[in-house]
């Protein structure tokens, strides 16, 4: 696809999908809309290769599937460990900033991995670099960087390395 219909075809879906989301034509929602579409495809006139790294196999949509409840349980388990913290007369926190390492190669699948992790309560990526993540950790129970990266990343990276490699 040449550059420009790449463009003329981000700026069409985007202007769908603000309709679509707005529900309304009036005319202050449509210009906001045009405005926003035509910034976004702008910026992303070289295209969005950073989607692109997902892997199109079945094993990777099933595991992508599978991500969902996985991330979901741990989202649950980190807020009731947080929640038993919190509650805790004495407040055991262990805060500490861990250095752990992923094998993900893909960009998306590295942002994909320090975003879990932010979002799982307790945990915070504080930095990206490379294949090294510093974590913000609320209770950290390993200061080596083996035993966190079991801990915080192994979970996550199994399903993403299967995702974008």
Do not use: Q
Request: glycine share 6%; charged share 15%; net charge positive.
């Amino acid at each position: 696809m040449k550059k420009a219909s790449a463009v003329a075809l981000l700026f069409a879906t985007l202007i769908i999908f603000w309709l679509l989301l707005n529900g309304s034509f009036a005319a202050d929602i449509v210009i906001v809309g045009i405005v926003t579409a035509a910034v976004i495809a702008f910026l992303f006139r070289d295209g969005l290769a950073v989607f692109s790294e997902f892997k199109g196999t079945p094993r990777a949509l099933l595991t992508a599937l599978l991500y969902i409840p996985y991330f979901l349980k741990e989202l649950v388990k980190s807020n009731l460990h947080i929640a038993r913290v919190v509650l805790t007369p004495s407040l055991p926190l262990n805060p500490a900033i861990v250095k752990v390492r992923t094998r993900l190669k893909s960009r998306m699948g590295r942002l994909i991995l320090a975003n879990s992790i932010t979002l799982t309560p307790g945990t915070l990526t504080v930095e990206l670099d490379g294949e090294w993540l510093y974590i913000h950790w609320v209770t950290a129970e390993a200061l080596d960087i083996d035993a966190a990266t079991a801990s915080i990343v192994a979970g996550f990276e199994k399903y993403l390395e299967v995702m974008y490699g």
